[in-house]
């Protein structure tokens, strides 16, 4: 009899788990600049850092397989660490990680910014996809305002650099 329990319960824990809701959202914003221009900003840890109002420290590198180290800023206020694997670094065209908390499917996140080349800009896909049975209790569309506020600040950073590059190009063939 415990063994039928036993093996009852572990079938009852593994569905749980097999079939985890799901959950997302995807952002879109036009950047004025080059998709090269918006990738050095994507991958450097210090620039990343300094533009995203989510992240407060990067650390790492950027690579696929790589682990690396996210502190960010919660839609509460607070602050959570976590160690994202790179899953994708195509340069110029896509960064993809995931993120888990403890078991996979307990809380994962899978966060992607995808960079298509357009106008002579940059149009930056910027979502996740999550699923785990945390998602019961949680409503990761909280996220949201703040991967809309990171792709403004990307784009405003991004812009000035590639402005004052023409700037410095226009300069230089004056000359």
Known sequence: MTALLLTASALALGAVFAFAP???FETEIFIDAPPERVWTLLTDPVAHAGWNPMIR???GCFAVGNRVRLTMRTPSGGTMSFSPRVLVAAPDRELRWLGRLGLPHLFDGEHYFRLI??????????GER???VLLWAMDVQQFKPGFEAGNAALKVIAEALTA???GDEQSVAAS
């Open 164 to 166: 004052a590059q023409r």
């Open 117 to 126: 080349p357009e106008a002579g800009g940059t149009r930056l896909i910027h």
């Open 57 to 59: 420290e990067v650390a």
């Open 22 to 24: 799901r959950d997302g």
């Open 130 to 132: 999550f699923r785990g």
